[in-house]
């Protein structure tokens, strides 16, 4: 693996440390008036998803993780597990669902996502910022109940609740925020 220093960080890159695979979110170079130069990082690990805040001296190396994206399509959940296929070579591939738990309420049949992977491993998965699902289950709506502001409990194709306006019946489909998991609007 290349070696980097930590004056070539950039937000988004990975990289391989003692105690694990880590994504610099954050980073920022200090020059203090007395002593060295020294780099305050926030890092992310890829696999637990906790968040540390690392200190680094100026110039320091350290390797860096070559991880690989690909767009992959979702053909069927098999219990627990997801069967991707690759786009291009129809490759199909086997994710277990402790992997995508995360993103698991997002992802219907068909759906397109871009899986991240460290050699053979699959340490991410990259959703669109929203995606359209429909409403499999949801109390219908009063009639002369227009409060404005009101929701109510919806749950998905995937299996995901979340909160929609009272207006919103079953069958219809909706736009979801990945990142948050609420409704933005109707689709």
């Known amino acids: 693996m290349p070696q980097i220093s930590t004056s070539d960080f950039k937000t988004g890159m990975t990289v391989d440390l003692d105690d694990g695979l880590f994504t610099v979110s954050d980073f920022q ?6 002593g060295g130069a020294f780099v305050r990082t926030t890092l992310k690990n890829v696999r637990t998803g ?25 053909l069927y959940r098999d219990g627990s597990d997801f069967v991707f296929m690759d786009s291009d070579t129809y490759d199909q591939l086997t994710v277990p669902g402790s992997t995508l738990e995360a993103v698991a309420p997002f992802l219907a049949d068909s759906a397109s996502a871009e899986l991240v992977f460290y050699g053979d491993e699959i340490i991410g998965v990259d959703l669109p910022a929203s995606v359209v699902l429909p409403v499999a289950e949801t ?11 009101a929701k109510k ?35």
Do not use: C, N, W, Y
């Not at 109390?139 to 109940?145: L, M, N």
């Open 29 to 34: 170079h200090v020059k203090p008036g007395k």
């Open 50 to 74: 906790a968040v540390v805040d690392r200190t680094f001296r100026a110039g320091e190396k350290m390797e860096r993780a070559i991880v690989d994206r690909k767009e992959m399509q979702l």
């Open 139 to 149: 109390e219908p709506g009063v009639q002369g109940d227009r409060v404005s502001g």
């Open 153 to 187: 409990p919806a749950t998905l194709s995937t299996g995901h609740v979340v909160a929609v306006p009272l207006f919103i019946e079953t069958g219809e489909e909706v736009k979801v925020d990945t990142r948050s998991g609420e409704f933005i609007s109707r689709a």
